[in-house]
C-alpha cells in the first residue's frame, strides 16, 4: 500500500511537469492554431539557464529561475515574431515545419554553446523531504514544489483569462481572430502575450524538470516536449484544465504501468491509451466540439 | 599556418600520385610509398621514386570513439591514453624502427558516424585500427573491417559480437565475463545475498551483462530480489525501479549501465531517502568526471574495473604521472585500456615483423597469429594474453569510491 502511494504521488509530480509544459502546447493551439514543436526546447534553455546562473556564476537558485524566466519570455516573443509571425497567413502544414526547425536550431545553439556532455543539475528545491508513516513513505522536496507549483500556476493561469482584459482578449482571439480584431482587439500583441507567458512557464518547467531528474543535455526538453504535446491531446488541446489533467493522467499511468505491468513498456501504454481516448472522445477528454461549417 | 600545411601536403600528395604513376612498372611502389612521401614533404620526390625503404616511414593506426555525446569520457580518454603509449613508443624508436602514425576519429558513439570515420581513416591510409570505443559502433565497424581484412584491436568495445569476425580482439572484459565476474565478486566477497538489478533493455552492453549476472548469481546464492529495466527513451525517471529495489529489500543494487544514467539514479535514491550499496561494471567508470556532479553521492559506490590509479606498481605510477602532466587529469581505466592496446599491437607487430611498407590486409593476417602468442603486463592485468576468437585471459579487479577516488579492494 505505501508503496502504491509512493508511485502515485511520484506519478504527480511527473504529471505536473506535464501538465505546466502542456499549457504552453495547449494555450499556443488554443488562441495561434499551430503547434509550436520549438516548446520543449525552450524547457531545455531554461534549465541552461539556470544551471549557468546557480552552478557556474554562483547565484542563488531563485535569481536563476527569475533570470530563466526573463530570458525564455524574451526568447519566446522573438521566435513567434520572427518565425512565425510571417507565417500567419501561410498553410498550416508550413507553421508546422518551421516550428520542427526552430526546434532543432534551439537544440543545435545548445550544443554549439554548452557541450553535448551532461551536467549534473544541482536541484533549485531546498525544502527538505517529507517523512509519513514511521518513515516508510517519503516524498522529496522535488515532487511538493512540482505539485504545489502546478496547482499554483493553474490557478493563476485560469484567473488571468478570466478576471483581466488580456485574457479576455485572448479568449476572444481563440474564439474568432478576424471578429476580434474587428473589435479593435491587438491580434499580434495578444498572440505574442500568449507565446510570452506559454514561455515563462517553459522555464518553470524545466527547472523543476531538472531539479527532480538531475541532469541536462540538448536533448532534455525533447521527450517531456513530446509527452507534454500527448498530455494536451489528451486532455483536449485548447482547454486549460485539459492539460492539466491530461498531464497529471498521463503522468501517472506512466508510473503506475511502470510499476505493475513493465517497467519497459510504459511508453507503449501511455500512447495506447492516448489511442483508445481519442477513438472514444476524438477531441480529448475536455475538448470542445468542433462544429465545422460546411 | 594550417592552411598553408594543407597545401603543402596536397601539393606532396599530387606529386607522389604522379611519381609512382611513372614509376608503375617497376612494381611495388603504392600505398605505403605515399604514404612515407606525405610524412617528409619536401623530399616526396625522392622517396617516391626510391621506391618503398624497410625499417622506417610510418605506420598508420587509427582510432575511432566518441569524443563528443554523452559518452564521450570514454572515448577522450582512450584517445589520450593511445597517443601517450603511441608518443612513449616513438620516443624509443618505434616498431622495428617505424613510427607511429595515430590518427583519433570522432563518432559521438553513433553506428553510422562510426563506420564513416572508419571510411575517412581508410581514404587517410591506415593501416591498422585500435578501436572503436564503445560497443554498438565496434560491431557496425567489425562488419567493414572484416570485410576489408583490417586488424581491429579495440580497447573497451565489450559487447560479445565486438570481437565476432577473426580480425577483431579486444583488451577489456566481453559484456558476460564482466556480468559473471561481477556476481562471482558480490558472492565471493559476501557483499550481499539479496541484490535488485537495474539495467538499460534498449542496451546491448547493458542487457548483456545483465543476462550473464542473473544467470551466475545463482552459482553464488546471490537472490535476485529485483529486476527492473529502464530504456533509451524513458531514462530519467528512476523513482518506480528504485521504489521496487526498496520494497524488495535489496542490499545492494547492480548496475550494468553507464555512467550518466548512474548519476541520475544516485541522486534519485538520495531525494527518496534509499542508501543501499551500488555496484557496477566499466561503464560506471567517468561518473567522477560528470560536470558539477556531487562526488558524495558515489561515496561507496563499488565497480569492477581492471585498473586503479593509486595502484602501487611501476608500471601504473609511471602511466598516471604522464598522464597527468600530459591531459592534467586522472586516467580512467578506459584510458588504460587504449594504452595497453597500443602496446599489444607493437608487441604483435614486432612478434610478426611487421613493416610500413605492408598494406592493411597483410598486416591483418600477421597480428591475427601474433596476438595470440603474445604476452603482456599492462596496465590493465599482468600476462595478458590473447585466444583466437579475441578474447583476452586476465584476472577481474574491483575499487571502491572513498572520498572522491577510486580505491582498491
Given amino acids: ?294 | 599556418m594550417k592552411k598553408s600545411m594543407k597545401k603543402l601536403l596536397s601539393l606532396g600528395l599530387a606529386i607522389a600520385m604522379a611519381a609512382s604513376l611513372t614509376a608503375c612498372g617497376s612494381g611495388k611502389a603504392s600505398e605505403g610509398t605515399t604514404a612515407a612521401g606525405t610524412e617528409t614533404k619536401g623530399e616526396t620526390q625522392t622517396t617516391a621514386a626510391g621506391g618503398a625503404a624497410t625499417g622506417e616511414g610510418t605506420i598508420k593506426i587509427g582510432g575511432i570513439g566518441p569524443i563528443s555525446g554523452s559518452t564521450a569520457i570514454y572515448g577522450q580518454a582512450v584517445k589520450n591514453g593511445a597517443e601517450l603509449a603511441v608518443n612513449e613508443i616513438n620516443a624509443n624508436g618505434g616498431i622495428n624502427g617505424a613510427k607511429i602514425e595515430f590518427n583519433f576519429q570522432d563518432d559521438e558513439n553513433d553506428t553510422e558516424k562510426s563506420v564513416n570515420a572508419y571510411n575517412t581513416l581508410k581514404d587517410w591510409g591506415m593501416q591498422l585500427l585500435v578501436g572503436t570505443v564503445t560497443s554498438a559502433p565496434c560491431i557496425a565497424v567489425g562488419a567493414e573491417s572484416s570485410n576489408d581484412n583490417m586488424f581491429q584491436l579495440t580497447p573497451s568495445g565489450s559487447a560479445v559480437d565486438c570481437t565476432k569476425f577473426e580480425n577483431q580482439f579486444r583488451v577489456c572484459f566481453s559484456d558476460p565475463n564482466q556480468g559473471a565476474a561481477s556476481a562471482q565478486y558480490i558472492g565471493e566477497n559476501k557483499l550481499a545475498t539479496k541484490v535488485a538489478v537495474i539495467y538499460d533493455s534498449s542496451d546491448v552492453y547493458s542487457s548483456g551483462i545483465h543476462d550473464k549476472f542473473i544467470s551466475e548469481a545463482a552459482n553464488q546464492g546471490i537472490e535476485i530480489a529485483s529486476d527492473e529495466a529502464f530504456t533509451a527513451d524513458n531514462n530519467t525517471n528512476f523513482s518506480v525501479q528504485l521504489q521496487k529495489a526498496q520494497d524488495s529489500g535489496a542490499e545492494l543494487v547492480f548496475l550494468p549501465i553507464y555512467y550518466s544514467q548512474a548519476a541520475l539514479i544516485l541522486a534519485q535514491a538520495k531525494q527518496m531517502g534509499y542508501a543501499p550499496a551500488f555496484f557496477g561494471c566499466d561503464g560506471l567508470d567517468g561518473l567522477l568526471t560528470v560536470e558539477n556532479f556531487d562526488t558524495k553521492l558515489a561515496e561507496n559506490v563499488m565497480l569492477l574495473t581492471p585498473f586503479a590509479a593509486d595502484a602501487k606498481d611501476d608500471l601504473t605510477q609511471k602511466f598516471v604521472t604522464s598522464f597527468k602532466e600530459k591531459y592534467n587529469e586522472t586516467p580512467n581505466q578506459f584510458a588504460a585500456d587504449a594504452y595497453d592496446a597500443v602496446y599489444a599491437v607493437k608487441a604483435a607487430a614486432e612478434k610478426a615483423g611487421v613493416t610500413a611498407d605492408m598494406d592493411a590486409s597483410a598486416i591483418c593476417d600477421k597480428l591475427k597469429t601474433a596476438m595470440t602468442e603474445i604476452s603482456i603486463n599492462g596496465l590493465t592485468g599482468e600476462n595478458m594474453k590473447w585466444s583466437a576468437d579475441g578474447e583476452p585471459d586476465k584476472a577481474p579487479k574491483a575499487v571502491k569510491i572513498v572520498n572522491g577516488v577510486y580505491t582498491a579492494m
Fill in chain 1, 1 to 294: 500500500m505505501m508503496s502504491f502511494i509512493s508511485y502515485f504521488i511520484n506519478g504527480l509530480s511527473l504529471g505536473s511537469v506535464y501538465a505546466i509544459i502542456a499549457l504552453g502546447y495547449t494555450m499556443v493551439y488554443g488562441i495561434a492554431k499551430m503547434l509550436n514543436f520549438a516548446h520543449g526546447d525552450v524547457i531545455m534553455i531554461g534549465g541552461y539557464v539556470v544551471f549557468t546562473v546557480v552552478s557556474t556564476m554562483g547565484l542563488g537558485p531563485v535569481a536563476g529561475i527569475l533570470l530563466a524566466v526573463i530570458l525564455c519570455t524574451v526568447l519566446g516573443v522573438v521566435i513567434e515574431g520572427v518565425a512565425y509571425r510571417p507565417l500567419r497567413m501561410a498553410s498550416p502544414l508550413a507553421v508546422l515545419i518551421t516550428a520542427i526547425g526552430v526546434s532543432y536550431l534551439l537544440q543545435n545553439i545548445a550544443l554549439l554553446v554548452f557541450g553535448s556532455n551532461p551536467k549534473s543539475f544541482t536541484s533549485v528545491v531546498t525544502v527538505p523531504a517529507l517523512k509519513l508513516a514511521d518513515g516508510k513513505l517519503t516524498i522529496s522536496g522535488e515532487t511538493i514544489v512540482t505539485i504545489i507549483s502546478c496547482v499554483v500556476i493553474m490557478i493563476g493561469l485560469t484567473t488571468f483569462i478570466k478576471k483581466t482584459r488580456a485574457g479576455q482578449a485572448m479568449l476572444a482571439v481563440s474564439e474568432d481572430k478576424g471578429a476580434a480584431q474587428l473589435m479593435g482587439i491587438n491580434v499580434d500583441g495578444t498572440i505574442a502575450l500568449t507565446f510570452a507567458i506559454g514561455s515563462a512557464l517553459a522555464a518553470i518547467a524545466g527547472a523543476l524538470l531538472c531539479s527532480a531528474y538531475p541532469t541536462l543535455t540538448p536533448y532534455t526538453g525533447s521527450m517531456p516536449g513530446i509527452k507534454a504535446f500527448v498530455a494536451a491531446v489528451f486532455g483536449g488541446i485548447g482547454s486549460i484544465p485539459g492539460a492539466l489533467i491530461g498531464g497529471l493522467l498521463l503522468g501517472v499511468i506512466e508510473n503506475l504501468s511502470k510499476a505493475y505491468i513493465s517497467s519497459q513498456l510504459s511508453d507503449a501504454i501511455v500512447f495506447a491509451v492516448l489511442i483508445v481516448v481519442l477513438l472514444v472522445k476524438p477531441t480529448g477528454i475536455l475538448g470542445k466540439k468542433i462544429n465545422e461549417k460546411v
